[in-house]
């Protein structure tokens, strides 16, 4: 998902509550296409082929639309992880690398995060072990209204897109659950307790 793993982030004249400066979780551009496109291509496998062809045109329109008129230089912009980051992943173990990634989504570092679970995808290691790990953090955090949706849409995106491009997805989800954490989702403590978990 390129327009997650390239977004730099949100300037200073959209930021909000909870939504800092280089943020890109909640209605960011990319989350945003993300969640839409997937909507629609769910809502086209459902539909006749009128609606189907409908649907599929909105979510080009939407992906198209973000990227070019709620601002940003994407084509120039550099995706996530760059060379820099990837350098700093001094492991191979599939561990380790869960541990560094966390630890990075802990301290919002959205380039660590995204550098240790592409190393473990380069690596070949299962993506349970990730998919796992950031479940925890879709549910705990806030998400600005989009943590568990856009969890969600990279599940899905991921087992809809070939095996060269599916690691995108999870690069763009570590991404955005590093920019997100530390805004618990409302209710999440409420719910544990009644639960006992």
């Known amino acids: 998902n390129q327009l997650v793993l390239r977004d730099a982030g949100r300037p200073e004249k959209q930021t909000s509550a909870g939504k800092p400066v280089g943020s890109v979780h909640g209605d960011s551009i990319g989350v945003h296409a993300s969640d839409s496109a997937n ?3 769910n809502m086209a496998a459902v539909s006749n082929q009128r609606n189907t062809i409908a649907c599929l045109i909105l979510a080009g329109h939407q992906v198209a639309y973000d990227r070019t008129s709620r601002g940003g230089d994407f084509l120039n912009w550099e995706p996530y992880p760059t060379p820099a ?3 700093r992943i001094d492991t191979n173990a599939p561990k380790k690398l869960l541990a560094m990634a966390e630890s ?3 301290n919002n570092d959205q ?3 995204c550098a240790a679970i592409a190393k473990y995808g380069q690596l070949g290691h299962a993506e ?3 998919f ?3 479940l925890r953090f879709a549910i705990s955090e806030d998400g600005a209204l989009h943590a568990e949706k ?3 849409t990279v599940a899905d ?3 809809n897109t070939r095996k060269t491009l599916r690691w995108r997805h999870i690069l763009g989800l570590a991404r955005v659950t590093a920019s997100e954490y530390g805004q618990k989702a409302p209710g999440y403590q409420q719910a544990k307790e009644l639960l006992g978990v």
């Open 111 to 113: 380039a660590a995060a």
């Open 132 to 134: 796992n790990l950031l």
């Open 128 to 130: 349970n072990g990730v």
């Open 150 to 152: 856009y969890f969600q």
């Open 39 to 41: 909507a629609w291509r």
């Open 85 to 87: 980051h990837q350098q």
């Open 104 to 106: 990075a989504i802990r």
């Open 157 to 159: 995106d991921f087992a």
